[in-house]
């Protein structure tokens, strides 16, 4: 008679436990989209999953939870992972007589895996997770990014990422247009507008301890910034002497102008960004971010999202819809003319005109300790994934387990 050993059974335990984790996760389920002003779920929009990115599920989500970290999040997955590895090898040699060299070894490998994670997840521009479901009547935008004709970006591994990768990288997160706003660079790049997504005219200029983001076809700026009164001196004029949009762009307000916000209003900002892809923006409080959504509305400014891209990674976190009655051919596609006018025209006439969409993900303010970063961005990356994706995980976590168990198992006995 045949029996398994009972260390057989020992390894399904981890399987067992991430299934109840992600069933639990189902159970606690978040909206995936909410709306970043009044919090409520967007339920008439949808996220659509490209086939390679629901195949590797666990791959993919992780990466997109990871990649909507803020700084101070990122620094705490970091931390995280490290804790987490020698919690491993603690129980691991207690349990088991390890010699260091095999240590060593492990360590290796688990350093390398780690970097190979984070080095793709950041140059690979993979599928990506879409906005689906929007009116025909609203366009889907993004209102600050770049090209490799910002310094931060030609300067780095990403110089390769121009105004026709800028628009690849647009496209496969369902936007219809996008601004490229290039750090203190005037004229637009030399493109074909008529393309979807299409490509809008602006810029991004350094100011005294802050970024504006100018939308529009502007000309040179023919004024001193760096000088205490350079940034009034601007927003005073953007729109009689430039004809653009001005918007605050995070961080720098936030950390610079936080007790100067009625000051940015009373010089003529038009916007405020109160969600901001970059690691280094993504960290701004609900808190906070409520100050700024009442002051907005209080004073007849908009709220705007943005991607902040500079090319690394392929994970949108935020878009913007706008209403533009007629902008769609027939049939719901995109007309040949480009509505970047019309775009920059509504939220000029109706401040309040636009909405922001943002996914679900780990904040900066939640309740998660940062050490247990790592556990919470798969938590709340596990809450905002629908069944299909939950599927996606479950399906690996068996195969794998099952996989390791026939590889492992001793020789049954008679």
């Known amino acids: 008679m045949s029996r398994v050993p009972p260390r057989a059974r020992v390894r399904f335990g981890p399987p067992l436990v991430l299934t109840a984790a992600l069933l639990a996760a189902r159970a606690a389920a978040a909206p995936p989209l909410v709306d970043a002003v009044s919090g409520a779920a967007a339920n008439d929009l949808h996220l659509a999953v490209p086939r390679l990115y629901l195949l590797f599920a666990p791959l993919f989500t992780t990466w997109d939870g990871v990649s909507m970290l803020g700084m101070a999040r990122l620094r705490g997955f970091l931390a995280g992972c490290v804790l987490l590895y020698l919690v491993w090898r603690l129980l691991h040699t207690a349990r088991h007589r390890v010699g260091w060299r095999r240590e060593l070894a492990v360590l290796a490998v688990s350093v390398l895996s780690f970097a190979a994670f984070v080095a793709v997840g950041l140059l690979w521009h993979r599928p990506m997770l879409a906005l689906a479901g929007a009116s025909p009547d609203d366009v889907v935008v993004d209102y600050h990014s770049h090209t490799n004709r910002s310094h931060d970006v030609r300067n780095t591994a990403m110089r390769q990422f121009d105004a026709d990768a800028n628009r690849r990288w647009h496209a496969r997160a369902g ?38 983001v100018l939308l529009g076809p502007t000309p040179p700026i023919a004024r001193d910034l760096n000088r205490p009164d350079g940034l009034a001196s601007l927003l005073r004029v953007t729109d009689s002497a430039y004809g653009a949009l001005s918007i605050a762009s995070l961080p720098e307000y936030e950390r610079n ?19 901001n892809a970059a690691p280094k923006a993504n960290q701004m409080t609900a808190a906070r971010r409520d100050t700024v959504i009442a002051l907005a509305r209080r004073t007849g400014r908009s709220v705007v999202g943005a991607s902040d891209s500079h090319g690394w990674g392929a994970t949108s976190m935020v878009w913007n819809l706008v209403p533009v009655r007629g902008w769609q051919a027939a049939g719901g596609r995109p007309a040949n003319v480009s509505p970047c006018a019309a775009i920059i025209h509504q939220l000029r006439a109706h401040s309040t005109s636009n909405r922001v969409v943002e996914r679900h993900h780990l904040r900066s303010d939640a309740a998660w300790p940062s050490w247990l970063t790592p556990i919470g961005v798969l938590w709340e990356t596990w809450r905002g994934m629908g069944w299909p994706l939950t599927a996606s995980w479950l399906a690996w976590t068996w195969i794998g387990a099952l996989l390791l168990s026939f590889r492992r198992l001793p020789p049954t006995e008679s």
């Open 257 to 275: 102008y936080w007790n100067r916000l009625d000051g940015l209003v009373a010089a003529g900002i038009d916007g405020f960004e109160i969600a």
């Open 175 to 212: 936007f219809d247009a996008v601004f490229l706003t290039d750090h203190n660079e005037i004229q637009p790049p030399s493109t074909d507008g008529a393309r979807h997504p299409f490509l809008c005219p602006g810029t991004e200029v350094s100011g005294w301890d802050a970024h504006i």
